[in-house]
């Protein structure tokens, strides 16, 4: 009864998350009999069971049963039933003539040798693969690389968490983007519409809309889910704050600071950034301060994860630079054999390698397979963040992005060193198995049954898992005050108001 509960759980996830209770039905809780089907056959039934909760659900003309622990099939079993392994423990018995489903039950349900029988219930499964209409999903190789599906098993994302996307012009009206946007903001040019303006980003003095950057990163975080169209972002259920930030030409300083003032005012749980100085500078303090808040003071002082591209000039980060802030995760690209790509920057400020997602969205309503650089790594990580606040909300942005950390695989490829960090990968792959078994310790990964509410407590076991986390990979845990909510300032002030940044 319970495996069967169990399977009512997955198909009717809704339904079956309010108690364990197991689907009561015996010879004397009988389901309402709604009709009979014979199209499925002789003796089956449509039932409707009102205990512990309706459920309607077809039924073959036919019974399985399951014996008492101990007991030999009864003869009368063997000469009408089919053992359904070699064990003899569970049985299925064809409806005599004449008989349904029910009238086999209740053969059979006061039999001393028998714990359980229910008729054959055509249960609706729901396969583990989950079932997407967008077309151009198979094409995204990242997600089937990181197993992606194993998430959205569990939740496709709460439209309660929002990801802010700041980049350059975002199209807001793209049709794989528009049902999950809210709150956009142009902090470029101060107005409410980020889209991209025709000429940006052209580079051949075209007056049209050129600048795919936006688009691409904001679906690769959020792209719509089971909508008949396009792709699907690693968070397609989180809402999209667009923030526009980049346009033709240098931006000045008080456009990135609004950027994140805004992503503050709209409770971003994760602020994404593709972009970066051109020149290795460091961090503009004012700026620094306000990441600083959105990390710490957003939702009720639990903070946003700040999520940050590593860059694409095949060079060190400098100890000041944005990307290296404490309070940012800094996100260095892979291929898809999960080869460090050519370009991605490198150094101990480094937190963590992501595939570079090249399939997404892009300008006018359009589809880009060529996208790149940690450009589209970054976003990989912030939809993955925003699911994780999407299933465990209370979690802090400390927590969410130690959670990455410790979680990433360290890659095959190179040695990391003892504290378990290297220049590139920084410490490690990002790891959705090693995620799912981090916060579903007792499920090992993705079941939507998992416990009585959906979702087991991690908070509870997560130091212990952590120990063990730790142990198993030899590296050193980075907890509160491990440095990653550091308080002093990298950066000095008196940097120019007026850098210009860079994309890709
Ligand atoms: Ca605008
Ligand atoms: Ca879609
Ligand atoms: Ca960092």
């Known amino acids: 009864m319970a495996a069967l509960f169990a399977v009512l759980s997955a198909l009717f996830p809704l339904v079956a998350s309010a108690s364990a209770t197991t689907l009561a039905w015996n010879a004397a809780n009988e389901p309402v009999v709604v009709g009979a089907r014979p199209d499925l056959g002789p003796g089956a039934l449509r039932l409707r069971f009102e205990s512990p909760r309706k459920v309607e659900v077809d ?9 008492r622990p101990g007991v030999e099939p009864p003869p009368e079993l063997r000469a009408e039933g089919t053992a359904l392994g070699s064990s003899e423990r569970t049985w299925w018995i064809p409806a005599h003539p004449g008989e349904d489903a029910l009238d086999v039950c209740r053969r059979w349900a006061g039999h001393p040798a028998v714990a359980s029988v229910l008729p054959d219930l055509l249960l609706p499964r729901r396969p583990y693969d989950v079932a997407l209409d967008d077309p151009r999903y198979p094409g995204q190789w990242y997600h089937e690389l990181l197993g992606t599906e194993a998430l959205w098993e569990i939740s496709f994302g709460d439209p309660t968490v929002p990801v802010a996307v700041v980049d350059s012009g975002i199209e807001i009206a793209h049709p794989d983007l528009a049902a999950g946007i809210a709150d956009p903001y142009d902090a470029y040019a101060d107005d409410d519409d980020p889209s991209p303006d025709p000429g940006e980003f052209c580079f051949d003095g075209a007056e049209v809309v050129c600048d795919e950057h936006g688009p691409a990163v904001a679906g690769i975080v959020g792209a719509r889910a089971n909508n008949g169209e396009g ?6 259920g989180c809402t999209l704050v667009p923030i526009k930030l980049l346009g033709e030409g240098a931006g000045a300083l008080h456009s990135d600071v609004a950027a994140f003032e805004h992503a503050i005012d709209s409770g971003a749980a994760v602020i994404s950034n593709s972009w970066g100085y051109v020149e290795s500078i460091p961090v503009p303090a004012p700026l620094a301060a306000v990441i600083r808040r959105a990390a710490s003071e957003t939702r009720g002082g639990l903070g946003s994860v700040v999520v940050f591209a590593a860059g694409n000039d095949d060079r060190v980060i400098e100890d000041d630079e944005l990307q290296a802030m404490d309070e940012v995760l800094c996100v260095g690209a892979t291929d898809r054999y999960g080869n460090p790509t050519a370009y991605t920057n490198e150094g101990a400020t480094v937190d963590l390698a992501a595939p570079s997602a090249t399939v997404t969205t892009s300008h006018s309503g359009g589809y880009t397979e ?15 963040a925003g699911w994780i606040l999407s299933v465990e909300p209370d979690l802090t942005a400390t927590e969410v992005r130690a959670l990455l950390m410790e979680t990433a695989r360290p890659s095959p490829l190179v040695t990391h060193d003892e504290s378990g960090h290297h220049p590139v990968y920084g410490y490690g792959e990002l790891d959705l198995d090693a995620l799912l078994e981090a916060l579903y310790p007792e499920t090992g ?9 959906g979702v087991a407590p991690f908070w509870p076991v997560l130091p212990a898992l952590w120990a063990l986390v730790t142990r198993r990979r030899g590296r050193s845990l980075w907890w509160h005050g491990g440095g990653a909510t550091g308080g002093d300032s990298p950066c000095t002030p008196g940097d120019p108001a007026d850098s210009t940044r860079a994309m890709r």
Do not use: D, E, N, Y
Request: charged letters at 0%.
């Open 370 to 384: 060529t996208f790149g650089g940690t450009s589209a790594a970054a976003p990989v990580v912030s939809g993955v």
């Open 59 to 67: 039924a073959l003309g036919a019974a399985v049963l399951a014996l």
């Open 231 to 236: 792709i699907v972002g690693f968070c397609p």
């Open 445 to 453: 990964g993705a079941c939507a049954c998992s416990g009585a509410g």
